[in-house]
Each structure stands twice: as structure tokens, then as C-alpha cells.
């Protein structure tokens, strides 16, 4: 069997890499696990700064590969639907989610399709860059479902909630210059991973802990009340005032010269 899933590590940068191409990287469930574990792994490793998610082949991922999960029946509805303690998820809803929890941030290059479990999977990333001409949907209506990888926690922050509602009740698909102005895309670029990797390399060259925080920062203040997102704000900052890196990041600016940081320990 292919490897599902590859991770490359360079310079602070890792590159996944969904691995299906002949099935335009659709969801099996070897798929579900490999995704899975690729950002379980990355959560814990303190020396990448960056993360890019990308497809190999023609898409970046077509969503739920119907005909494998019917073959496998019931067994593997269970198995994606588990909740196992003390996680917050199920696997089905993990595949996204998990690229919520990496501290560094996610970037996701997208191209040809992308549209079901892949758009939700793209939707978790910190940072969308797609190629004009991707195709994206909020599938799951046109096979009798509701979107259930964690969409709710995702589309909902990005767009309006009457433009979710049309595009979950509709289906219908869309290219990304539609996407950009709704919201859902980051950036239009002609090779999404090659700018990827670009401002990957800028994110990469910043204080890796103050990155961390703003990811941090951004991922809960939204939801809280003003006085709380206040004292957030003070919270994430005070570990960084006089930190090594902060402090190299000031002398480097003062010395105009590229900073020299150490990854967390």
C-alpha cells in the first residue's frame, strides 16, 4: 500500500503531503489515520515553525472516498464516529481539527479540488493560498449528509452565517476567486505551493515563540468577552518580555542583521 501521508521537515518547515493522487487524495480510512497521526506528530515537535498541507497529483483532496468506507461498513462508521477520552473529537472531525491544536501555524496550498472533508481540512489551516481555478465545496448535502469534520468551528469564524447556510445547503461548487471573496481563501496565487513556501520561509524567519502566541491569540480571543480578550492578550505576552528570542529579535533589529532564533524548549 502507498504511504498515505508524507512529512518532510527542512529549515523549520514541514510539508505534509496527502499521497492518494490517483483518487484525487479522497478519504479512505488509511487516510482518516495517516492525517491524523501526521498532526498528532507535528503538535509535539518543538523545532517546526511552520506547517503546509498540500496534495499530491492533481487535487488536493476530493473529500470521502464513498465506495471504500461502504466496503468497509459498519466497523469503520464506528470507528470514525469513536470518541475516545479525554479527546474533544472524533477521528472523522480529528483529521481537521488536529491542525487547529499544532502550535505552529498551517498553511494550506490548494489546487484542483478541493471539496467535502478536504475543504474541511483546509479550513482548519491557519492560512488558505489556492490556485484560482480550484473547485471548493461544502459537499456533503449532495450525498444526503451535514459536514460533520468540524466545520462548525471553522467555516462559522471565516464567513458570514447566512453565507455558510447557502453553501451547506446548496452544495454547490464554487472556484476560488468566489472563495476569496466570501472569505474562505487566504490568497489567490497561480502556484499555491511555491507561495506557500514563501511565506512559510517569512513565518519561519520570526520568533518561533511569538508566533506560537499570536496562533494562540487569534484562536481564542474571538469568542471571549472584551475584559477577557484584554487580559489574553497580557497572558501570552508577559512569558515573551525579556525572553532569549525577544531579546534577539530587538538587538537583530537594532543591528541590522537577520535574527538568529532558538526553537522552544
Known amino acids: ?80 464516529l469513536a470518541r475516545p477520552e479525554p479527546q474533544i473529537a472524533n477521528l472523522a472531525q480529528r483529521v481537521a481539527w488536529v491542525w487547529t491544536e499544532v502550535p505552529a501555524p498551517v498553511i494550506a496550498a490548494v489546487h484542483g479540488t478541493c471539496i467535502g ?39 462559522g469564524r471565516l464567513v458570514p452565517l447566512d453565507v455558510a447556510k447557502e453553501l451547506t445547503f446548496t452544495g454547490r461548487k464554487f472556484d476560488a476567486v468566489e472563495g476569496q471573496r466570501l472569505g474562505l481563501v487566504t490568497r489567490l496565487a497561480d502556484d499555491p505551493l511555491a507561495a506557500a513556501r514563501e511565506l512559510a520561509e517569512t513565518i519561519a524567519a520570526r520568533s518561533p515563540e511569538a508566533v506560537r502566541a499570536s496562533k494562540q491569540l487569534w484562536a481564542r480571543a474571538p469568542e471571549l468577552s472584551d475584559a477577557d480578550a484584554l487580559l489574553l492578550e497580557t497572558e501570552l505576552q508577559l512569558p515573551l518580555l525579556g525572553s532569549k528570542n525577544q531579546l534577539e529579535a530587538v538587538m537583530a533589529g537594532f543591528q541590522k542583521r537577520a535574527p538568529e532564533f532558538e526553537d522552544p524548549s
Do not use: Y
Open 117 to 155: 472533508g478536504g475543504l474541511q481540512i483546509a479550513l482548519a489551516a491557519d492560512i488558505r493560498i489556492a490556485h484560482p481555478e480550484s473547485t471548493l465545496s461544502v459537499r456533503e448535502i449532495h450525498w444526503g449528509l451535514i459536514p460533520d469534520m468540524s466545520i462548525t468551528r471553522t467555516l
Open 1 to 80: 500500500m502507498t504511504e498515505r501521508v508524507t512529512c518532510e521537515v527542512e529549515a523549520g518547515v514541514a510539508t505534509v503531503s496527502f499521497n492518494r493522487p490517483e483518487k484525487h487524495n479522497g478519504l479512505d480510512p488509511a487516510m482518516f489515520d495517516a492525517i491524523v497521526e501526521a498532526g498528532e506528530a507535528l503538535r509535539e515537535r518543538k523545532d517546526v515553525r511552520v506547517v503546509i498541507l498540500r496534495g499530491e497529483g492533481a487535487s488536493f483532496c476530493a473529500g470521502l472516498d464513498f465506495k471504500a468506507f461502504m466496503a468497509g461498513g459498519a466497523a469503520v462508521r464506528d470507528k470514525l
